[in-house]
């Protein structure tokens, strides 16, 4: 009984002091977005298309967008954003819904180094330093070489419906966030949905 209490009597100043100083920190973080000035996020896909590789077919795609001054503030302070890249591909059918065909998605995580003064863009088991969340943001938006079917899994020379987005995954927020974040346009970081006829074609 004594060793199995110590143990854990030592780690409660530990926890209590990482309860108030995250509190603190909701609290303070709250007051500076409620003085914010609301600044929509505006944000575009500009291009997109899908190329036949060897074995793949590829997407490549450029998006603009920015941080507003209240997400650039947020993730400075330590709270990591959540961005999603959504795409679909659906074959069209004349006497139904049309049908799915390729669902994938990719998640960015931004998140801000104090030791090292550095924005870090993370994406599966991968990540990259950035001096700013400029650059971080705009390796983000430069998707290139992104594998999104097998070449298998399409017909050559039919046509599909292609549809891309970008947004801020608001879900992924601390809750007290997800609650501020409600109704708000300088939290609504996303593009609508950019579609496309695409025809499957050999590679060159």
């Not at 004349?94 to 931004?110: A, C, H, I, M």
Request: charged share 25%.
């Amino acid at each position: 009984m004594t060793d199995s209490s110590t143990p854990c009597s030592r780690k409660l100043p530990e926890r209590r002091r990482f309860l108030r100083g995250a509190t603190a920190f909701i609290v303070v973080g709250s007051l500076a977005i409620r003085a914010t000035p609301a600044r929509a996020a505006e944000a575009e896909i500009r291009t997109a298309s899908i190329d036949a590789g060897d074995e793949q077919f590829v997407l490549n795609a450029d998006i603009a967008a920015e941080l507003t001054p209240l997400l650039a503030d947020v993730v400075s302070r330590g709270v990591a954003l959540f961005f999603v890249t959504e795409f679909e591909l659906r074959s069209p059918r004349w006497y139904w819904l049309d049908e799915e065909v390729v669902s994938k998605t990719v998640t960015y995580r931004l998140s801000y180094q104090s030791l090292t003064r550095q924005y870090r863009l993370t994406t599966g088991t991968l990540h990259q330093n950035f001096s700013t969340a400029e650059e971080a943001m705009r390796t983000m938006l430069r998707i290139r070489n992104w594998s999104v079917a097998e070449r298998s899994a399409l017909r050559i020379g039919r046509s599909y419906n292609a549809a891309l987005r970008f947004r801020l995954d608001v879900t992924e927020l601390p809750k007290p966030l997800q609650v501020s974040a409600f109704g708000r346009k300088d939290w609504n970081l996303g593009t609508d949905w950019y579609r496309w006829t695409f025809v499957a074609r050999e590679a060159k």
